[in-house]
Nanobody
């Protein structure tokens, strides 16, 4: 089992920045990929960014590439999502997720473990 706890959500203005963090615990060695997803109100959960837990390769949705950056600290078992140049459409509940098995990292159904989510709200 893997437990994930997100933190760092809040109120942001367009053009602002926010940093989300995810702390993982439990069977960390079983993790292949860590991902960030988001779910805007009334919409489906969508992929934002992912990172290979061992190698560190990163992946981004087209809508956030160049604005968001995912990083990890294996020593602390944390994953962060740095969000810059925020737009109103970035407002959503953001979820951290962990994937053990094979399968595309872009699809939420391939992730076995999820955090409780953290809210990012547009203040404009």
């Amino acid at each position: 089992q893997v437990q994930l706890v997100e933190s760092g959500g809040g109120l942001v203005q367009p053009g602002g920045s926010l940093r989300l963090s995810c702390a993982a615990s439990g069977s960390i060695s079983s993790i292949k990929t860590m991902g960030w997803f988001r779910q805007p109100p009334g919409k489906e959960r969508e992929f934002v960014a992912g990172i290979a837990w061992s190698g560190g390769d990163t992946y981004y949705a087209g809508s956030v590439r160049g604005r968001f950056s995912i990083s990890k600290d294996n020593a602390k078992n944390t994953v962060a999502l740095q969000m810059n140049s925020l737009k109103p459409e970035d407002a959503a509940v953001y979820y951290c997720a962990a994937k053990r098995a094979r399968g595309s990292l872009y699809y939420p159904q391939n992730y076995e473990y999820w955090g409780q989510g953290t809210q990012v709200t547009d203040s404009s």
